[in-house]
């Protein structure tokens, strides 16, 4: 049993060999749990593209589209979403393998429009379904980054995919602005916040805000915190400012890629 734990009844050799398992035992228990953490963020990361799966071809082979154009934005999306799921599954043998659940990327100069208006169309049917406003604005014609495209569009699906979540009236609206050195994307809702003691501790495994919250909301407090893991791997930074009652704003800044 790794939780049991070794007596030390002396200062001896006994005694410091009992240290010694007891030390072996709580590194192979923490290892155990990072390891379990490790595949409960990847079932998190392989349900939300089954999701849309499911749900695009629902609306297909119901023939619930309006026009040939809509039903293959629709296929478009159902083939974006299982190349993405043959990455997420390669990923998790490849990962498997290792002892530490270490994400490769495979970076490459991305522009950051394109990327978030295909997340925005992933959301836009379960918002719509919520009565909630979608909105994606930008002044600018291109935001080229250094990133994995698939790893980084997550990073907008599971900040799209809470705010539709955490809204129950309203608007998303979605952001791209330039800064000095850095590309700001915000997610900003009308929903129901999250109170300021939280905030810290937001981006850790498994938080979850007033605990039954989330368990309401059909969450399994992952998002956050594999959205926080791909922001640290691309260098960038994630900030997040609430209003209880009133909503909140996501800013993931990223390092501007000059392309020419
Ligand atoms: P979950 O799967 O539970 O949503 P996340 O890691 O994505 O887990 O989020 C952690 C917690 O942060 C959630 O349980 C929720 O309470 C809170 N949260 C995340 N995004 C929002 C949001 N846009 N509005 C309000 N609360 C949010």
Redesign the pocket.
Known sequence: QLGTRVPVTSQDEIGSLAHAINDLARDLQRLRESRNEFFANIS?ELKTPITYLEGYAKVISEELYESEEEKNAYLQIISSEAVRLNRLINDLFELSKMEEGRIELIPEAIDLIPLVESAVAKVERAAAQKGLELEFHTELRQAFVWGDGMRLEQIWI??L???I???QAGSIRVSIVPLQQQYEVC?Q?T????PEE?LPY??ERM????KS??RD?G?????????SKLVELHQGRIDVQ?EHGK??V?SVKLAKHESD
């Open positions: 998190h599971n900040l995919d809470n705010a979540r955490y809204t997610v809702d929903g129901i916040g999250i939280e937001l981006f938080y979850r805000v007033e919250r989330s909301y969450g399994t407090g992952l998002g956050l915190a594999i959205v609430s909503g909140t996501f």
